[in-house]
């Protein structure tokens, strides 16, 4: 009889060990979505070269997301004329939380929206203000060296292209007289010695011609 009623006891010990370790089975596996929540906390800190900024981290803890996060940005214009959007969020680097945008806002001021949907629900919006970014001066061209201080500079000092030039017109002319005297001189020399040389042939032809005379005067007198 005794053993009969053992049986059901470790019977029923086995039953309550089995559904305890499915319960402890059960809140491992809850208790990490349980501790960051449904919700997520959207915070859009601004703008960086006109890309949208945010943070994004789970409700309950504030521990950042490892997950892939599906999330959409809109932006408006405070007049309602223009709309960016719907761009994504793409991971910031270098921030475990930080998210932003492959495109960039034209300059001006935005009403920028971020709403999530994975891996839960999330929205955060903002005024950004993008400033307007000026262009970069265009480089002028290098100036032209000076001449060095021992090298003359040709077109500053026109006389030193010709050293041998005078810079006075008056002695230049003056120099140039006497040489213009003896040219005149020397052509009345020659002319001199041309007629000294005529009379003297003149002279030297008459002496002869009177020599003969005689000689042929006497002949016949003979």
């Known amino acids: 009889m005794r ?11 086995g039953l309550w060990f089995l559904l305890l370790l499915c319960q402890a089975m059960a809140l491992a596996v809850s208790t990490p979505a349980q501790a960051h929540g449904d919700t997520v906390k959207v915070v859009v800190t601004g703008q960086r070269e006109g890309h949208v900024t945010a943070d994004i981290t789970w409700e309950n803890d504030g521990d950042a997301i490892d997950e892939t996060v599906a999330a959409t940005v809109n932006a408006v214009s405070p007049d309602g004329a223009r709309s960016e959007g719907p761009w994504k969020l793409v991971r910031d680097t270098g921030k475990p939380a930080g998210w932003t945008t492959a495109e960039a806002l ?35 061209p290098t100036a032209p060296q000076p001449a060095a201080s021992g090298t003359p500079d040709a077109s500053a000092t026109p006389s ?19 040489h213009a005297a003896g040219d005149d001189n020397g052509g009345d020399g020659t002319l001199w010695w041309t007629t000294a040389g005529v009379a003297a042939t003149a002279l030297a032809g008459a002496a002869a011609g009177i020599l003969l005379r005689r000689a042929r005067a006497r002949r016949l007198r003979s």
Not at 3 to 13: E, L
Not at 134 to 139: C, I, M, V
Not at 161 to 166: L, T, V
């Open 106 to 140: 034209p300059p001006g001021s935005w009403r920028v929206s971020v709403d999530v949907g994975f891996p839960a629900l999330g929205h955060g919006d903002k005024e950004v203000a993008v400033p307007v970014v000026d262009p970069a001066p265009a480089t002028s």
């Open 3 to 13: 053993t009969r009623h053992a049986f059901p006891t470790f019977r029923s010990i």
């Open 160 to 178: 030193a292209a010709a050293p041998g030039a005078s810079a006075d017109p008056s002695s230049s002319a003056s120099s140039a007289a006497p």
